[in-house]
């Protein structure tokens, strides 16, 4: 939120004098930065749930921006109207961005890559081994479902109401991932492949499913296939132990 501080005191110049409009675009970010805050945050460092609304408080900044410019002029202060805006413009920028600098300047590749990458290995490693029609269990319910085409079943609770509804497991910190039920979610959709954050301890899953490794290009793709499921072929068996260390590494 420290990255907000700029926007935030520039747009509330706008306030001194305010249209509806702008209330409006205040009342956008406010109730969804609320309910963020309600749901415990976001895992990922990005705020993707803020994101949507980010352009309301943008244009209240570039409202105060010109207010404040306009406010310096009048006070005869003789300063250049064009370079008090790009002056604060790109205040609100570097502010806006710092926590992020080392992405912006090319250092770090972008956020989600990495995860973006595994999941397209799963991609492959199912079109190599799993019929059209075989269901998949997911943790990560982006970019696998998405680009699979294949129907998914969110283990997280996203798009479950009875996950989303179990309380929140006391022993995992991470926001929005510490609610799941593999032993209902198994039984209620017989997922044919789990992926992402299997729990091999669970005795569910060593009852119902066993690691398998799929080679897609330089990676053995590693994840859980139902037992006895006709639906996946080609697949090597794997132990537990290699299904353990897999999750260590990527993918």
Same mark, same amino acid.
């Given at each position: ?19 509806? +409009? ?40 570039? =409202? ?7 406010? @310096? ?9 064009? !370079?008090?805006?790009?002056? @604060? ?21 972008? =956020?989600?890559? =990495? ?24 943790? +990560? ?33 991470? @926001? ?20 992402? +954050? ?23 793709? !590693? ?23 897999? =999750?260590?590494?990527?993918?």
């Amino acid at each position: 939120m420290g990255t907000l501080a700029f926007p935030l005191v520039v747009g509330a110049i706008t306030l001194t004098r305010a249209r509806r +409009w702008h209330f409006l675009l205040l009342g956008t970010f406010a109730v969804a930065l609320t309910y963020n805050l309600y749901i415990g945050g976001d895992a990922a460092p990005s705020n993707r749930f803020l994101l949507p609304v980010a352009p309301a408080l943008m244009v209240l900044a570039a =409202q105060g921006i010109h207010r404040a410019m306009a406010a @310096a002029m009048e006070c005869k202060t003789h300063l250049a109207g064009t !370079v008090v805006r790009s002056a @604060a413009t790109l205040l609100g920028v570097v502010t806006l961005n710092m926590i992020h600098w080392d992405h912006c300047v090319l250092l770090a590749r972008p =956020q989600g890559t =990495q995860a973006a990458h595994v999941n397209l290995l799963y991609v492959h490693a199912l079109d190599k081994t799993a019929a059209p029609d075989a269901t998949v269990a997911v943790g +990560w319910a982006g970019t696998f479902p998405y680009f699979s085409g294949r129907r998914c079943f969110d283990l997280l609770g996203k798009c479950d109401p009875d996950v989303a509804r179990l309380p929140a497991r006391s022993d995992i910190a991470r @926001a929005a991932h510490n609610k799941y039920n593999f032993g209902y979610t198994s039984a209620k959709h017989r997922p044919d492949v789990v992926l992402h +954050w299997t729990d091999s301890t669970d005795q569910g899953v060593l009852q119902d499913y066993h690691p398998v490794a799929v080679p897609v290009d330089k990676w053995n793709v !590693v994840f859980c296939v139902r037992n006895h499921s006709r639906k996946i072929k080609g697949a090597q068996p794997v132990d537990w132990e290699t299904f353990r260390r897999s =999750q260590t590494r990527n993918p």
